[in-house]
Antibody
Framework: EVQLLESGGGLVQPGGSLRLSCEAS????????MSWVRQAPGRGLEWVSV????????YYADSVKGRFTISRDNSKNTVYLQMSSLRGDDTAIYYC????????????WGQGAPVTVSS | DIQMTQSPSSLSASVGDTVTITCRTS??????LNWYQQKVGKPPKLLIC???SLQSGVPSRFTGGGSGTDFTLTISNLQPEDFAIYYC?????????FGQGTKVEIK
């Protein structure tokens, strides 16, 4: 069964840091790009970042550029999102998702990791 | 960035109805348009990839269409389990923006 399991969410103070992890199973992890998408409470979906299968290419939304870093360890079937200089508007559920391929649609999603930025 | 305009933002319909949701992009994206369904407390679920390609396991009452800048998601014979929020997303370029969502409610 194809599965994504996020971890690392929690409560962090403004200006703090947090690292999310997303462990994949059931597919050849290194073959697929992986994305992070977030959803603030009561709001819609916001695309955050994507990393290629090799890890050599990474892209970010302007709202997180310079503060968040996406990375992956293909030997551990895990993608990470290192978040720093966190702000209140970063409060959200963070989903990792598998990129299907050529059309870049997201065909498998994790259950989400809640992140709350508050003092 | 490519802007997404999804309409309507909400709609009320009855079981058995046919509803259509529209997504318009600010520039042409060929067929790089995807549709997701999200139920309360759950992650999004991919329904349609590449404008019209129905994902495995998704009922055939869901139909995607369009290309260029104008796209539609049509749900025929609406079922109780279809009441949810639907999002379009362009995957043509970075950032891969989402529409604001359409809430489909029971009339």
């Amino acid at each position: 069964e194809v599965q994504l399991l996020e971890s690392g969410g929690g409560l962090v103070q403004p200006g703090g840091s947090l690292r999310l992890s997303c462990e994949a199973s059931g597919f050849t992890f290194s073959t697929y790009a992986m994305s992070w998408v977030r959803q603030a409470p009561g709001r819609g979906l916001e695309w955050v970042s994507v990393i290629s299968g090799s890890g050599r290419s990474t892209y970010y939304a302007d709202s997180v550029k310079g503060r968040f870093t996406i990375s992956r360890d293909n030997s551990k079937n895990t993608v990470y999102l290192q978040m720093s200089s966190l702000r209140g508007d970063d409060t959200a559920i963070y989903y990792c998702a598998k990129d299907l391929g050529r059309w870049n649609c997201l065909d498998v999603w994790g259950q989400g990791a809640p992140v709350t930025v508050s003092s | 960035d490519i802007q997404m305009t999804q309409s309507p933002s909400s709609l009320s319909a009855s079981v058995g109805d046919t509803v259509t949701i529209t997504c318009r992009t600010s520039e042409t994206i060929n067929s790089y348009l995807n549709w997701y369904q999200q139920k309360v407390g759950k992650p999004p679920k991919l329904l349609i990839c590449a404008a019209s390609s129905l994902q495995s396991g998704v009922p055939s009452r869901f139909t995607g269409g369009g290309s260029g800048t104008d796209f539609t998601l049509t749900i025929s014979n609406l079922q109780p389990e279809d009441f949810a929020i639907y999002y379009c997303q362009q995957s043509y370029n970075i950032p891969r923006t989402f529409g604001q969502g359409t809430k489909v409610e029971i009339k």
